[in-house]
């Protein structure tokens, strides 16, 4: 149907919608007059609808006297056509929802059953409308300036690229945003307004600066727009190579490339008519001396900046651009997909645009990636955890998302992993620097991306040390990395000790490139997250072996973390993020290390018992039970059933099943404990009368009072014997 409406052009278009609205108002209007507990969301609609019908009025009504150019009735048509579908959807369900005067009782109760589950279905259409209600303001409230744009006696220069891709969805509330921040922003020195988009790779700052291009052409509010490439001056250069055989006299000659950019500030600042200029991936700020030397001067002139450096903000306004809405992001993938609007389709694509953490690219990725295969959405999770990274890489062969690498002549399709790739070559000062610090941030991607906090690194140096020469030879060799200090960590250290500023400035330097999502410094230590597909692509990136060493590396160091905290004294927070860090270890553990030989690797020897007191301590019963028995199973195959590390496992199970009142098994657990540790450590050791004392506690339990009795004589007088009739464990017993 919209197909046919765009032919009879915009005029013929917005007749038909203000007749179909005209009719679904009056149908709105006569339920709110019988109907005392109307939904607010029909109450919503009713008052947007006459203020949509109001502004594309006064719009058809400038059709035909030459007011708008061919550029404003296009992007207008799309507008209508927008509009024109959802009021369509909501003709047919209050065909279905809303009780009409001549409806009987029994299709009045069908119909409020109706309702019930298509209010939700209203919503977004009602959100719909709000959202082009908005863009249609925005265009109307810019009226007064379309003179300008469409004088035939004035010329009009655009030179934007055409990378605007074919399913964008508008982002209202920033396109108002930047437009409000140009028009309350006071101009500079140079008497410019500024405005800089400021976000992580993939989060749609060149395609939100190309929309706003579009909305300012169609409205007039600029006569000159040019787009220039920031990513390098080479660049920078070359887009004003393209400016000066706009805007310059035919047949002009200049010497070089300076004086051709000096030309083009020269023009601009002496035009008396709006102009902007859109300097886009202004990604590496120390690839340019001042970037401000690029500007012309001159009260009539904008400039909006794309870039994800936080160096950036010092240059104007600045917007941050984050992820998408809820709303945005099903819109999104919807139409990549081309799957229908319907209930499953919702609630599976509001489950993929959060897996996805609402990243405009990530998303446009996924639906290109369901729409070439014809994959339900339902199938789409599964997918993703088995095959992330073909997901996270998959671009098709005609993508509008692309970009010039360095001097490249051709430009190169652009997926999340590329775009966050740009950033990671920019650590550092040096190949040195990017290494140790690359090191790190991928050594943070492997513990839970929402909160990794400082003490994690400082208590592994803590911990660890470098072994000196004359004793190193007594270590055994399998136990040496466990005093050796990382390599990489010798980058944050000043004198042999933790420097938490050295460590400050890299992760705000981290921060400035986007590589992080979030960053708290305050004087005990400093926290940061990572966007979630940040994380993914830091582990997708690197091949399975170093995969492997990292998720060892982080166990290694979570391990050493854990065991140095005084476990009672640690506040509520940091006991659950300790426990996050574990559950993101042993996710690593099941996706990396599947078919590695865990007893031969020293350094996970003890972290699954570790990980499972913890676990326990915190009431996970189920899963401290699977590290015990995995710590068990190790421990018997690489040390044998009656090793006293192995029976101390044994012990610790038996009081897990005590604290789950498994008497029996616990009882079985003890028994074996306690005939293991009298063989191999003596009837009197302290860790044999360790688990005579648990018997006892167990036999209290199950109300055997006389074997409890005998169990807690023989632990007190083993106790006061070897340890003597003070020690707290005696008075314990």
Same mark, same amino acid.
């Given at each position: ?84 579908? #959802? ?56 009226? $007064? ?5 469409? @004088? ?102 200049? @010497? ?6 000096? %030309? ?14 859109? %300097? ?7 690839? %340019? ?54 209930? @499953? ?49 998959? /671009? ?50 492997? %513990? ?15 911990? /660890?040390?470098? $072994? ?219 860790? /044999?009368?360790? /688990? ?9 339990? #199950? ?21 003597? $009739? ?8």
């Amino acid at each position: 149907m919209a197909e046919a409406i765009a032919v009879v052009g915009l005029a013929a278009s917005i007749v038909t919608f203000v007749n179909v609205s005209t009719k679904v108002l009056a149908r709105l209007r006569e339920f709110h007059s019988i109907a005392q507990d109307a939904p607010g969301v029909f109450q919503d609609i009713t008052t947007q609808l006459p203020i949509i019908i109001d502004i594309l009025t006064g719009i058809e009504k400038g059709c035909g006297d030459g007011s708008l150019t061919t550029d404003a009735q296009r992007a207008l048509l799309n507008v209508v056509e927008g509009c024109f579908r #959802q009021i369509s959807m909501l003709d047919g369900l209050i065909e279905k929802m809303l009780p009409a005067l001549t409806d009987s009782t029994l299709r009045r109760t069908w119909k409020a059953i109706a309702s019930v589950r298509k209010e939700k279905d209203v919503v977004v259409i009602q959100r719909t409308l709000e959202t082009y209600k908005s863009t249609l303001t925005l265009h109307f409230s810019q009226g $007064p300036r379309a003179p300008i744009a469409i @004088d035939a006696r004035e010329r009009v220069y655009y030179e934007i690229p055409s990378l605007r891709v074919s399913q964008f969805v508008e982002r209202v509330e920033l396109l108002k945003e930047i437009e409000a921040s140009f028009d309350n922003t006071t101009a500079n020195a140079s008497h410019l307004k500024i405005v800089v988009l400021l976000g992580m790779g993939g989060q749609g700052k060149t395609q939100l600066a190309l929309d706003y291009c579009r909305v300012a052409r169609a409205s007039g509010r600029y006569q000159g727009l040019f787009w220039v490439d920031a990513s390098s001056p080479s660049t920078v250069s070359h887009g004003f190579e393209t400016i000066v055989a706009k805007i310059s006299r035919t047949g002009r000659v200049f @010497d070089d490339a300076e004086s051709k950019i000096a %030309f083009v500030k020269e023009t601009l600042g002496g035009w008396q008519i709006p102009w902007l200029i859109v %300097f886009d991936n202004y990604d590496q700020p120390k690839e %340019f001396g001042d970037i401000a030397a690029y500007f012309p001067h001159g009260e009539a002139g904008a400039i909006l900046i794309t870039s994800r450096h936080s160096d950036s903000e010092r240059l104007g306004v600045t917007i941050r651009v984050t992820q998408m809405t809820e709303d945005e992001g099903l819109e999104l993938l919807l139409r990549q997909t081309k799957l229908d609007r319907n209930d @499953d389709n919702i609630v599976e694509g509001r489950k993929i645009i959060q897996k996805l953490g609402y990243l405009p690219l990530a998303i446009d990725q996924a639906g290109a990636y369901i729409n070439m295969r014809k994959l339900p959405l339902l199938l789409f999770a599964k997918h993703y955890d088995e095959r992330r990274e073909v997901v996270l890489k998959h /671009t098709p062969p005609l993508w509008e998302y692309r970009k010039r690498l360095s001097e490249d002549r051709d430009e190169t399709l652009l997926s999340v992993f590329t775009t966050w790739e740009l950033s990671f070559q920019q650590i550092g000062n040096s190949k040195n620097e990017r290494m140790m610090i690359g090191h790190f941030l991928t050594l943070s991607s492997f %513990f839970d991306a929402a909160n990794v906090s400082e003490d994690l690194f400082r208590s592994h140096l803590a911990s /660890t040390r470098k $072994p000196l020469r004359r004793i190193e030879h007594f270590i055994p060799r399998g136990a040496r990395d466990r005093y050796k200090r990382p390599w990489w960590m010798e980058y944050f250290i000043s004198g042999g000790v933790w420097d938490q500023y050295k460590y400050q400035d890299t992760i705000a330097e981290l921060l400035s490139l986007s590589l992080l999502q979030g960053l708290n410094i305050d004087s005990g230590e400093s926290r940061f997250s990572l966007h979630p597909l940040i994380a993914d692509w830091l582990k997708l990136r690197i091949n399975l072996k170093d995969r492997q060493k990292y998720t060892i590396e982080a166990t290694m160091i979570l391990k050493s973390y854990i065991d140095m905290q005084d476990r009672e004294a640690l506040p509520l927070q940091t006991k659950l993020d300790i426990l996050s860090h574990v559950d993101m270890c042993l996710r690593n553990d099941r996706e990396y290390l599947r078919g590695l030989d865990e007893s031969n690797t020293a350094s996970l020897k003890g972290s699954a018992s570790t990980f499972a007191s913890f676990y326990q301590s915190h009431c996970r019963y189920q899963d401290a039970e699977a590290m015990y028995q995995r710590a068990l199973a190790g421990r018997e195959k690489a040390l044998g059933p009656d090793h006293t590390s192995t029976l101390s496992t044994v012990n610790n199970l038996g009081n897990l099943y005590g604290d789950q009142s498994r008497l029996a098994d616990a009882e079985a657990m003890y028994q074996r404990a306690l005939a293991g540790r009298e063989k191999a450590l003596g009837p009197d050791h302290t860790s /044999t009368l360790s /688990t005579v004392n648990n018997l006892g506690n167990l036999y209290g339990d #199950q109300s055997r009072l006389a074997d409890a009795e005998a169990m807690y004589q023989r632990a007190l007088a083993g106790r006061e014997k070897a340890l003597g $009739p003070d020690h707290t464990s005696t008075l314990g017993t």
